[in-house]
């Protein structure tokens, strides 16, 4: 078989396996793998460095399905490569328990980078991957032992260029100047609702040259040869990302529904498909039918990642023999664990310090541990002096400096969250990000993704409530607590004082599996003195007896998290006034308390004591779990206002009297 009809054929079983697992699942994409299979087919087959045997090689290239729901693509192609995941799992295609999900999962699958589906996700993921190249090709290759060199490419659709994310990241890669990211974008004019025309006319490629890339155009996605010219001059191009434009037919090769909008999402049909199968000379019968040939030229990949991965492997010996420190680094980088010695770096605050905003202490944690935890890296969407998160000394991430471990962000939320998805992906690097608590809103899908894929990113939300003050309503977060609490596996931290703050950060660190938000104040807020009160590291345990009575059980518990803590910790002066015995407890994490064993909740909590006010500048949604039917909840119901930050916590409620007088009515003393 000549070149030319092997690609051809090659290029129609991955068509028409995508084809006939939508058609038995009765659900799926067929119309986006039929229009990319041959871009798909020469990005696998002649450029992806990648290791079916093993997914998890470190210098593997990246691949991101950034059009998350053609998936039916990329499980095509991993099945036809050799990766672990049998025909059978494409037959199961969206079915309970299949490794074979609608949109493609991370740690779900043997070869899937990064979960995708929310357009734009995947294409601001791969920006993550390429920075996380890019610094630890400089971290950690030497002259004549280069252990780090890969490229990252997606495929990314007319959906996934709409999406504000995309343009977020585009944006910071064009600046960042990420050569070795190389993006094809599947330009079929057809989204779900018709043609483009009806939405999405701009000029793409002058949008992506102004952002400073480097864009081609291939007219005809069928055509191999110009594919292949197109991706090595891409991979030419070292200091510009790279944009391939390439204009497709959304379900190439459907007689009835090529170029049509219904290909997009629904099976093609019973008929449609034998139209389809004529049309490529393709056998009616069986379906999920492989032919020899392709199956053969396609598992080459396996023997090709062998020997990439064994010569890779044969460097790495070479390397750390040379450079043991750095190898026994890259290593422990890649297990997620953390060098040793470092906790002993956390510092402890004394109430004798005075006041200090926990994003005060967050930024001196950040800065004590940083130079012993090399691949912490980080930033902020342009508010890094607020959020406290600069790394000093640690320079700043740029096309000049690639082991710079601040990353400006710019004024890109979205892009940035969805960005430290792709770092903590890609793997090696421990990533952080910043902005005010309000603005979590703007990075709320990309913090919902990192939740689903369990992974260890970090948020630093400063200016938390109403106590930041004059920025007034529009800067107050009011349901942010209640809103980022929703997320499954997300955990949320919100200390109380500087020592809980510490605490936050050492749990953040040591969790490897889901993001962690800490929550901080803007506002100097006093620092609890330890040696009267409990340890600072119940933090741990999510709720902690900050102050009891002694001996006797309370006649009520105030509950309070953050900068309401001290505040409850007043009321509770004021009623011991009265007689009143009122534990405070400290909680900063509804998520770590509900992972401690019931028996130590009752401690904190005992059931027999059901008198038990919640204090938080925030919507109560969700505090009657922990004050139980009889007890009363300080919270918020209405946007903020303008006004130094002091005066506006005490006119909505935050402060010591109107604590005791809500304890009070509570214990039927008023
Ligand atoms: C953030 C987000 N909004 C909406 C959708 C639903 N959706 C899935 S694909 C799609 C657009 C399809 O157009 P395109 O990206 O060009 O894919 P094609 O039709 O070419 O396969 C939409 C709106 C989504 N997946 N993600």
């Known amino acids: 078989m000549d070149q030319r009809t092997l690609d051809q054929l090659c290029i129609n079983t991955i068509r028409m396996l995508a084809v006939d697992a939508v058609e038995r699942a009765k659900s799926g994409h067929p119309g986006m793998p039929m229009g990319t299979a041959a871009l798909a087919y020469v990005l696998w087959t002649r450029f992806l460095k990648h290791n079916p045997a093993n997914p998890q090689w470190p210098d593997r290239d990246r691949f991101v399905l950034s059009a998350g729901h053609g998936s039916m693509l990329l499980y095509s192609l991993l099945h036809l490569t050799g990766y672990d995941l049998p025909l059978d799992e494409l037959k199961q295609f969206r079915q309970w328990g299949s490794r074979t999900p609608g949109h493609p999962e991370y740690g779900m699958t043997p070869g899937v980078e990064t979960t995708t589906g929310p ?39 007319d959906g996934d260029l709409m999406e504000g994310v995309a343009s977020e990241a585009a944006s910071l890669a064009g600046h960042l100047q990420l050569g070795k990211l190389i993006y094809l974008y599947d330009d079929n004019d057809i989204s779900i609702d018709g043609s483009t025309d009806l939405t999405f006319t701009e000029a793409v490629g002058k949008r992506f040259d102004a952002y400073g890339w480097h864009v081609q155009e291939i007219a005809d996605g069928n055509d191999v040869p110009a594919i292949d010219a197109a991706l090595r001059a891409a991979q030419a191009e070292r200091t510009k990302p790279s944009l391939i434009i390439v204009h497709t037919h959304i379900a190439y090769g459907s007689p009835g529904k090529q170029d049509t909008a219904e290909a997009h999402g629904a099976p093609l049909g019973a008929e449609e498909v034998k139209h389809t199968k004529e049309f490529f000379g393709w056998p009616q019968e069986p379906p999920f039918y492989l032919p020899e040939e392709a199956l053969t030229h396609f ?43 470092w906790e002993e770096r956390l510092p402890t605050f004394k109430a004798e310090d005075g006041t200090m905003a926990t994003r005060v202490a967050s930024g001196r944690v950040l800065n004590a541990i940083a130079s012993a935890i090399p691949n912490l890296i980080g930033g902020s969407a342009d508010l890094a002096t607020s959020n406290n ?32 998805n792709g770092l903590a992906v890609h793997g090696g690097v421990i990533p952080y990000g910043a902005t005010f608590l309000i603005f979590s809103d703007y990075m709320r899908p990309a913090i919902r993704l990192a939740a689903l894929s369990e992974l260890p990113v970090i948020y630093v939300f400063t200016h938390d409530s109403l106590g930041l003050g004059e920025d007034g309503p529009t800067h107050q977060p009011i349901e942010h607590l209640a809103a980022l609490r929703a997320i499954p596996q997300l955990t949320v931290i919100r200390p109380a004082d500087a020592n809980e703050t510490m605490m936050g950060w050492r749990v953040a660190l040591t969790q490897r599996h889901g993001p962690v938000a800490l929550v901080l104040t803007r506002q100097n807020l006093p620092i609890f003195d330890r040696a009267q009160m409990g340890a600072a590291d119940g933090l741990a345990r999510g709720a902690y007896i900050l102050l009891d009575t002694a001996g006797a059980m309370p006649d009520i518990i105030l509950i309070a998290s953050g900068s309401e803590v ?56 969700g505090w009657r779990d922990y004050v139980g039917p009889e007890g009363d909840i300080i919270g918020l119901t209405r946007f903020g206002a303008s006004a130094p930050g002091p005066v506006v916590m005490d006119k909505l409620g935050f402060n010591a009297p109107h604590v005791v007088a809500r304890a009070l009515k509570l214990l039927g003393r008023t």
């Open 566 to 621: 001290a505040l409850a910790a007043e009321a509770r002066e004021q009623l011991a006034q009265q007689g009143i015995r009122a534990r405070v407890v400290s909680m900063p994490s509804w998520e770590l308390f509900e992972q401690q064993p019931q028996a130590y909740r009752e401690t904190v909590l005992p059931p027999t004591v059901r008198k038990r006010l919640a204090i938080e500048a925030g919507v109560p949604q």
């Open 299 to 341: 598992r080459m990949a396996i023997e090709r990642g062998q020997i990439w991965e064994a010569e890779w492997q044969s460097r790495f010996a070479l390397y750390a023999a040379a450079h043991p420190d750095l190898a026994a680094e890259w290593q422990r980088a890649l297990r997620r664990e953390l060098p040793p010695g």
């Open 389 to 420: 998160t600069l790394l000093r000394s640690a320079g700043e991430f740029s096309p000049q400096n690639r082991s710079g471990r601040n990353i400006y962000f710019g004024v890109r939320e979205h892009g940035m969250s969805a960005t430290l």
């Open 119 to 157: 357009l734009g996700q995947g294409f601001a993921n791969g920006v993550g991957m390429a920075i996380a190249e890019a610094f630890l090709a400089e971290r950690f290759n030497r002259p004549a032992h280069t252990i780090v060199d890969h490229y990252t490419y997606a495929i990314v659709s």
